[in-house]
């Protein structure tokens, strides 16, 4: 069954209050940092993601984008005008939010109904479809949506989500109205707007820094090591990108996915609220749940090369190497442990001249583009 809401009209401001325009975005603003803030809601484990206040560019650079486990930054963006627009009220942030919004593109809505309590997952045993549709809305209709909804039930109110929406195509004005002055690779923001919404636990191929503007979040965390306790789903056709857990964490069916106990012996929660970050290094797996009736955060991805994806080297290898025989298995093991995994990998062809190396070579850009050619001639090979 097609899930169905009142069509997304695009209106750019109908009904969303005013009081917050442009030339108010750069007010300084002081929010008392949280110490533990938690959510009115059973959590998966007691187990905490490490806290600390907010940093400066300097300390981010030395001692959190540098961190191999994740990191909640208590307060670090609660000098942002959204963030005191949110304050104020659903109508307050959506009235801010339209105005940087002027001349931005339509976005990407995703759109399910109340009977799934927030989470946009897949549809029947078989997996046939998913529990949601998409459509394109401006912001205005977006959030003249989300306000409309808020008047409604709990139980009859559809769930509304802007997926991961650039800044700079959907809202022109809000990186000069919302600065964030730490080292992050020329990182864009890029926005979630919606209610309240799950996200199933999935992985981020780059790392990954979220800022809750409005509203609560709470993360749920898993290392990556736990990937085979998760239950991960299709490969090649996901919810919205990576690979996503097939476990609901909010009801986990322990007899239908029982490595799951193991899991949350290693999960970690985080709970975030108005102008609260959490620091994520890449490929840990993370549930996001938003509370609320118009919810807003904006994150930051950027990642080690960004041309190149790690997952697309998994799935060349579960054509390539997994259905061998043990035998040759194990010996192309050695070769990834040599090559790849191995603590002297990068220095596997030293014992070659340095002209000689090829794609053996130190990274470059050179390097990458000849291993690029290399593999598009070899993979149009029948």
């Not at 109205?177 to 636990?201: S, Y």
């Amino acid at each position: 069954m097609v899930i169905v809401v009142r069509r997304i009209t695009n209106d750019a401001r109908d009904g969303i209050a005013s009081g917050w325009t442009r030339g108010e975005s750069s007010k300084p603003i002081a929010v008392a940092v949280s110490s533990g803030m938690k959510i009115d809601h059973p959590a998966a484990t007691d187990a905490r993601v490490e806290e600390r206040a907010a940093v400066d560019a300097a300390t981010f650079a030395a001692e959190v984008a540098t961190s191999s486990t994740p990191i909640v930054l208590r307060g670090q963006v609660s000098h942002w005008a959204s963030v005191r627009a949110g304050l104020d009220g659903d109508r307050a942030i959506a009235a801010y939010l339209a105005g940087l919004g002027n001349g931005g593109q339509p976005m990407e809505v995703l759109i399910g109904g109340p009977e799934f309590r927030g989470r946009f997952f897949y549809r029947g045993d078989q997996l046939e479809g998913f529990n949601f549709h998409r459509e394109k809305a401006s912001l205005g209709a977006l959030l003249n949506e989300l306000l409309r909804l808020s008047a409604l039930p709990e139980n009859a109110r559809h769930i509304l989500y802007a997926n991961a929406a650039t800044a700079p195509e959907h809202l022109p004005g809000w990186s000069a109205a919302n600065p964030l002055d730490l080292p992050m690779g020329g990182a864009v923001p890029r926005l979630w707007i919606g209610n309240g919404t799950q996200t199933a636990t999935h992985y981020d191929g780059s790392t990954n820094l979220a800022c809750v503007v409005a509203g609560q979040r709470r993360f749920t965390l898993f290392p990556p090591d736990q990937v085979g306790n998760l239950y991960i789903g299709p490969l090649d056709r996901t919810l919205a990108g990576p690979p996503a857990s097939m476990v609901d964490p909010l009801a986990p069916d322990f007899d239908r996915y029982p490595r799951y106990a193991q899991a949350l012996g290693h999960a970690l929660v985080a709970d975030l609220g108005p102008g609260d970050a959490i620091f994520m290094p890449a490929i840990w797996w993370h549930h996001v749940q938003a509370f609320g009736t118009l919810n807003v955060l904006c994150n930051y991805w950027w990642s080690f090369d960004p041309t190149i994806s790690a997952f697309n080297a998994v799935v060349h290898a579960l054509m390539a190497v997994r259905d061998r025989p043990a035998a040759e298995k194990a010996g192309w093991r050695a070769w990834f442990d040599h090559y790849v995994f191995g603590d002297d990998a990068a220095a596997a062809a030293d014992h070659l001249p340095m002209a000689a190396r090829g794609v053996l070579g130190p990274a470059s850009d050179e390097r990458t583009e000849r291993l690029r050619n290399y593999l598009l001639k070899s993979l149009q090979r029948r």
